[in-house]
């Protein structure tokens, strides 16, 4: 809560959003294509059901984020082997993937950032998609 009353979630975004660096969809794609970031995608089934999924991409409900990103978790998926891992969380349009990059912030997962405008963006920029 701020001292003016209880945050809007336009302002919390903004927020969380000042504590990292944000990547648009072609620099996502390229630090994946190098090895260098681990894309996560958390868009819920019925998404990506629709609209396909990105090659490579680890599917992690945004419900068990936290559990399988943690390094210390014994729920890790075998990539998080460390707080230095840069990973980029996706949802559909880049609003829910900043609040789950704040949390994994809070986690110690300093690297962790979002896409900019989510799997949308992605699509736009004809980026590979699978369905």
């Known amino acids: 809560m701020s001292a003016d009353g209880p945050l809007g979630i336009d ?6 959003r000042a504590g990292y660096a944000r990547v648009e969809a072609h620099e996502a794609y390229e630090a994946a294509r190098a090895g260098e970031a681990l894309l996560v995608d958390i868009r819920y089934a ?4 629709r609209d396909g999924l990105i090659p490579g ?5 945004r419900n068990e984020l936290e559990w399988r990103l943690d390094p210390q978790g014994s729920h890790r998926l075998p990539e998080a082997t460390d707080h ?3 990973v980029v969380v996706i949802c559909n349009e880049g609003y829910a993937s900043s609040l789950a990059a704040a949390s994994l912030h809070q986690l110690g997962l300093y690297r962790a950032t979002d896409l900019i ?6 699509k736009a920029a004809g980026l590979p ?3």
């Open 129 to 131: 998609v699978t369905p």
């Open 117 to 122: 405008g989510g799997f949308q963006a992605w």
């Open 84 to 86: 230095a891992l840069r």
């Open 11 to 16: 302002e919390l975004l903004d927020r969380v």
């Open 46 to 49: 019925a998404l990506r059901e």
């Open 57 to 61: 991409a680890v599917v992690v409900e």
